[in-house]
């Protein structure tokens, strides 16, 4: 059974940045898709950004796109959010997620694995 870990969330201001981590093992890291989603009270569940382990191809939402990068980080089997111009509308428990697929989109229906979460709070 695979397990994601993240971490890095925390409490900022507007404009600010934040680094979430997710570490993924007893997992096929080589094959797979990772992906960043947040929910928020009253709002939609949203996929935020993915990361194809095998092509390292990324896709983000429109929402967070120009402002947040997805990364990974092969030798630690980690994914890293950079989340720079942080808005009070960012803030969410933010959840890691993966499937054994590599072509895999900001779906959640798709992911099998989830990590706990992490909360980001934006506010000044």
């Known amino acids: 059974q695979a397990q994601l870990v993240e971490s890095g969330g925390g409490l900022v201001q507007p404009g600010g940045s934040l680094r979430l981590s997710c570490t993924v093992s007893?997992?096929?890291?080589?094959?797979?898709?990772i992906g960043w989603f947040r929910q928020a009270p009253g709002k939609v569940f949203a996929g935020v950004a993915c990361?194809?382990?095998?092509?390292?191809?990324?896709t983000y939402a429109d929402t967070v796109t120009g402002r947040f990068t997805i990364s990974r980080d092969d030798a630690t089997n980690t994914v890293y959010l950079q989340m720079n111009n942080l808005k009070p509308e960012d803030s969410a428990l933010y959840y890691c997620?993966?499937?054994?697929?590599?072509?895999?989109?900001?779906?959640?229906?798709?992911?099998?694995?989830w990590g706990q979460g992490t909360q980001v709070t934006v506010s000044s």
């Open positions: 997620a993966a499937v054994k697929n590599p072509t895999a989109r900001l779906w959640r229906y798709q992911y099998d694995y």
């Open positions: 007893k997992f096929s890291w080589d094959v797979a898709t």
């Open positions: 990361i194809s382990t095998k092509y390292g191809v990324t």
